[in-house]
Structures are given as structure tokens and as C-alpha cells.
């Protein structure tokens, strides 16, 4: 059973920087390095919301919010997918989750930037 743990959350200051982390297990290398995974995030009072994907060739894309602010990336050796937030704002607060193949997802991290 594919199970992801996310962390890396927490409270920052607007400006600053965080890197989430979604570490993967049930799930053996290949499939983990050739699958399609991405971020998420829920505000309180909002639907969830699509932030970034990353295909297993590499290819990453981005919602128009979070363009050259954040960076997603994976070590496969490690089965962890990363998400690297700067410049955040206080609109980026919200709950976030990773998820794989569209389907199995973590329990989320919060992300709370304050101003």
C-alpha cells in the first residue's frame, strides 16, 4: 500500500522560504521514478488547489500563482518528492499535500506565512 508523509511545513515570515518534503514508501523505484506526482494545497474556505506536477521525464509545470517562486523537484533513490517555496506570501497559506498518479495522496503539511 503506497503510503506519503509529508513535513517541512510551518510558519515563516512573508518573504521567506520553506521546502516540503514527501517521502514515499509501498511504492519500489521505478514506478516512483517513471510516475507523475505533484502539490496541492487547501486554504480554510477554499477547494483544493492544484500547485505544480512533475512528470517522470522531468517536465514540471506550475500554476501561475507560485511561477518563479517555487520549485518542484525528486530524488528517486529516495522515493521524496520536494517542493521549494521562496518569496512566499501570505496568500500561500494553506494546507499541502503531495500526491501520486492522481491518486494516493499524504495526510499535508501546513504552511502558515504571516505578514
Known amino acids: 500500500q503506497v503510503q506519503l508523509v509529508e513535513s517541512g511545513g510551518g510558519l515563516v515570515q512573508v518573504g521567506g522560504s520553506l521546502r516540503l518534503s514527501c517521502a514515499a514508501s509501498g511504492i519500489i523505484f521505478s514506478l516512483f521514478r517513471d510516475i507523475t506526482m505533484g502539490w496541492y494545497r487547501q486554504a480554510p474556505g477554499n477547494q483544493r488547489e492544484w500547485v505544480s506536477t512533475i512528470t517522470g521525464s522531468g517536465v514540471t509545470t506550475y500554476v501561475d500563482s507560485v511561477k518563479g517562486r517555487f520549485t518542484i523537484s525528486k530524488d528517486s533513490a529516495k522515493k521524496t518528492l520536494y517542493l521549494q517555496m521562496n518569496s512566499l506570501k501570505a496568500e500561500d497559506t494553506a494546507l499541502y499535500y503531495c500526491?501520486?498518479?492522481?491518486?494516493?495522496w499524504g495526510q499535508g503539511t501546513q504552511v502558515t506565512v504571516s505578514s
Open positions: 500526491n501520486i498518479a492522481g491518486i494516493h
